[in-house]
């Protein structure tokens, strides 16, 4: 292995992050059909699928918007991932569909399961690049005390244009009742 820099190596930390959210998705998804396909299966507990299959639903949505938010530029999960999720309110809502339907939304569920693994063979791909060496740009993200610090700067133009708003409106309302003038008399009586 090639003698790397420290950027180089938070580059690989980064990656490495990046690979195991990857994964820990694909496995949450791959769990979220399996109860799906479970659930017409004769003898199983329906009541415990139903919860099981809500509380994977949860952690479907929280990861995805983490993951694409993380991943970037590196991010191309299929745009039908979490409708897929949305629309599957329920198990029994699932298999009171046609059969159509339910192929249907097996096929769109492996369509997004592709992409998922592409996306981390990609991802695992970059990272093995970067431990060979070789110079891997990855989009940062923003952290939480970098969007505090942007936060409170927009605050800060926020209210510094607001002001600059404030006193423009007073001097022209002063320059449109003759306030302006007066004062300019006032000051420089001999103008």
């Not at 009171?96 to 097996?106: F, N």
């Not at 060496?133 to 505090?148: C, F, H, R, V």
């Not at 320059?175 to 300019?184: F, R, S």
Request: hydrophobic content about 45%; overall charge positive.
């Amino acid at each position: 292995m090639a003698r790397l820099s420290k950027k180089q190596m938070q580059i690989i930390a980064t990656l490495e992050r990046r690979v195991a959210m990857c994964q820990e998705f694909m496995n949450d998804w791959l769990l979220f059909n399996q109860i799906m396909n479970a659930y017409p299966s004769p003898g199983v507990n329906k009541a415990q699928l139903e919860n099981q299959f809500l509380k994977i639903k949860s952690k479907l949505a929280r990861e995805h918007r983490v993951l694409k938010d993380t991943l970037a530029a590196d991010y191309t999960l299929d745009s039908n991932t979490m409708n897929i999720v949305s629309q599957s309110t329920s198990l029994e809502s699932i298999y009171a569909q046609s059969d159509v339907a339910i192929k249907k939304l097996q096929t769109e569920w492996h369509r997004c399961f592709i992409a998922i693994n592409e996306t981390l063979g990609a991802l695992i791909d970059k990272k093995q690049r970067a431990e060979a060496g070789e110079k891997i740009y990855i989009a940062s993200t923003i952290t939480a005390e970098g969007a505090m610090q942007a936060s409170g700067s927009m605050e800060t133009v926020v209210w510094v244009v607001g002001a600059i708003v404030v006193i423009a409106v007073a001097l022209g309302a002063a320059y449109a009742t003759g306030m302006v003038d007066w004062w300019l008399n006032t000051v420089f009586p001999h103008r």
